[in-house]
């Protein structure tokens, strides 16, 4: 695509079905900053990049991505 240009990457989101169980890997295990928790969130500092950990949306459901395929 002529002319595109991506800037930083400023989130990723990975799905936990235990949020509350992955926090301590991430922040003991891995030292990254917990910048805060909710229900079924937690935010981390990853060198500059925000490291969302979020709860699956539906069980049933399979991923969908944004250029419009669909996992089988």
């Known amino acids: 695509m002529a002319g595109l240009t991506l ?5 990723i989101a990975l799905v936990q079905h235990d949020v509350d169980a992955a ?5 003991d295990g891995l ?3 917990l910048q805060f928790a909710m229900a079924g969130l ?9 490291l ?3 709860k699956p949306s539906s069980a049933a459901a399979p991923p969908r991505f944004a250029h419009g395929h669909e996992s089988a």
């Open 7 to 11: 800037g930083k990457i400023q989130q």
């Open 23 to 27: 926090v301590p890997f991430f922040r």
């Open 31 to 33: 030292g990254l900053t």
């Open 42 to 50: 937690a935010f981390f500092d990853a060198g500059g990049v925000r």
């Open 52 to 54: 969302m950990l979020t």
